[in-house]
């Protein structure tokens, strides 16, 4: 059967720096819904413009056009022994139409690793969050800065900071967390599938808390 993943968490706790080492670690997919709005962005795609009228508002794009994405992309052959998904599902219908999609594979959500830590940290991450054009790999200014300033060190692609994270952007996008997403948190640990993790520590302290809940 296959393995799927899905890390919970506030805006800028650490979901795609954690995404991004577990995927490599377990050899699943990443499957990150900010990810592939922002690569439809890229694109200029319908989608892409549809969302960023969403996310610049740090608002959540409507659940319908964000289910067809994440099923045609959990469709695709990587997603096969399964996948880490980030930042999906953030609704309980989102919640719902995941587990719907996962039975006609004959697979479920197998853990829920809730990543948490105080609105004081999350302003202070994404304030120096910069992001790689080309793959999206994930640098901060100060806590794990590029090698050279401006440019990823895995693909020598530009840095940018992304739109949604000014400070009035993030405030909002938390509030809008803790509405919409925090229902998850409960129904998840109703059906014991919740690994609570402190996301307040240094990266590789919170991977070695997170592989050895998951390993349990
Ligand atoms: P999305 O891209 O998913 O953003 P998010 O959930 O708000 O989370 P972030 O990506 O901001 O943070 P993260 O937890 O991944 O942290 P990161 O690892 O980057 O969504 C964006 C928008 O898209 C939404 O607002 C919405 O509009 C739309 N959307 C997406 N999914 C949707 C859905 N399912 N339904 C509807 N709409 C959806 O880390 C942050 C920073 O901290 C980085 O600089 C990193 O280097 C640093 N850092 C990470 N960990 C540590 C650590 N332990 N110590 C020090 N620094 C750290
Ligand atoms: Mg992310």
């Excluded at 549809?50 to 508002?57: E, N, V």
């Amino acid at each position: 059967m296959a393995t799927f993943i899905v890390l919970l968490g506030p805006p800028g706790v650490g979901k795609g720096t954690q995404a991004k080492i577990l995927a490599e670690t377990t050899k699943l997919a990443h499957v990150s819904s900010g990810d592939l709005f922002r690569e439809n962005l890229k694109n200029q795609t319908e989608l892409g413009k549809l969302a960023k009228s969403f996310m610049d508002k740090g608002e959540l794009v409507p659940d319908d056009v964000t289910i067809s994405m994440i099923r045609e992309r959990i469709s695709r052959p990587d997603c096969e022994a399964g996948a880490i998904l980030d930042g999906f599902p953030r609704t309980p219908t989102q919640a719902d139409a995941l587990e719907k999609m996962l039975a006609e594979f004959a697979s479920e959500v197998n853990a829920v690793p809730y990543i948490t830590a105080d609105e004081s940290v999350l302003v202070e991450r994404t304030g120096g969050r910069w992001t790689c054009r080309e793959h999206g790999h994930i640098y901060h200014e100060k806590f794990s800065p590029p090698q050279k300033t401006g440019v990823c060190d895995f693909d020598g692609s530009e840095l940018y900071q992304r739109d949604d994270d000014k400070v009035e952007t993030v405030t909002k996008r938390i509030r809008v967390y803790l509405e919409q997403t925090m229902p998850l948190v409960e129904y998840y640990r109703k059906c014991g599938k919740l690994l609570e993790i402190d996301g307040a520590q240094p990266v590789e302290q919170v991977t070695r808390v997170l592989l050895s809940a998951l390993n349990k």
